[in-house]
């Protein structure tokens, strides 16, 4: 038998302000996660130009 839809509780001060809160605290965390991101391309990037001491890059066989 299927259920009756519930309405969802009032929104209360407190709901509205922990909603905006874990917002906020999302949005710093994905700024920082993309930041971080960016960092670590120009890395690599930068360790792929450098050229490579020793004997030159083989062609390896795929790890799968």
Do not use: D, F, W
Not at 15 to 43: I, P, S, W
Request: hydrophobic share 25%.
């Amino acid at each position: 038998m299927p259920k009756t839809p519930k309405s969802s509780p009032p929104r209360t001060a407190r709901t509205k302000a922990n909603k905006a809160n874990r917002r906020r605290l999302q949005l710093t965390l994905r700024l920082a996660v993309q930041k971080e991101r960016e960092e670590r391309a120009e890395r690599h990037a930068g360790i792929r130009q450098e050229p490579r001491a020793g004997r030159p890059r083989t062609r390896r066989a795929s790890r799968r």
